[in-house]
Nanobody, 119 residues
Framework: QVQLVESGGGLVQAGGSLRLSCAAS????????MGWFRQAPGKERELVAA????????LYATSVKGRFTISRDNAKNTMYLQMNSLKPEDTAVYYC????????????WGQGTQVTVSS
């Protein structure tokens, strides 16, 4: 059974930084992509960043390019999201997910971690 557990969320002032972690247990595919999504109140869930199994391929939402960095450590079954220069509009519940490929459908999801950026 695949389980994903996010951590690292919290309250931070605008301009600050947070580092999210996603620990995975189980392995649904021989190799898999991982992604960070977020959902703000009243808004649809959106992809923030994603990374391939090898880490060579990454993609970012336009709104976070240059501020967020996604990475993973396959030996630890963990993915990270370093978030710098945070803005109030980054406030959301952040979810990690696993899928076969970066641009495909994500099939396994964590419970989410709240990130709140105050102005």
């Amino acid at each position: 059974q695949v389980q994903l557990v996010e951590s690292g969320g919290g309250l931070v002032q605008a301009g600050g930084s947070l580092r999210l972690s996603c620990a995975a247990s189980g392995r649904p595919f021989s190799s898999y992509a991982m992604g960070w999504f977020r959902q703000a109140p009243g808004k649809e869930r959106e992809l923030v960043a994603a990374i391939s199994w090898t880490g060579v391929n990454t993609l970012y939402a336009t709104s976070v390019k240059g501020r967020f960095t996604i990475s993973r450590d396959n030996a630890k079954n963990t993915m990270y999201l370093q978030m710098n220069s945070l803005k109030p509009e980054d406030t959301a519940v952040y979810y990690c997910a696993i899928g076969p490929v970066v641009t495909g459908r994500y099939e396994y999801w964590g419970q989410g971690t709240q990130v709140t950026v105050s102005s």
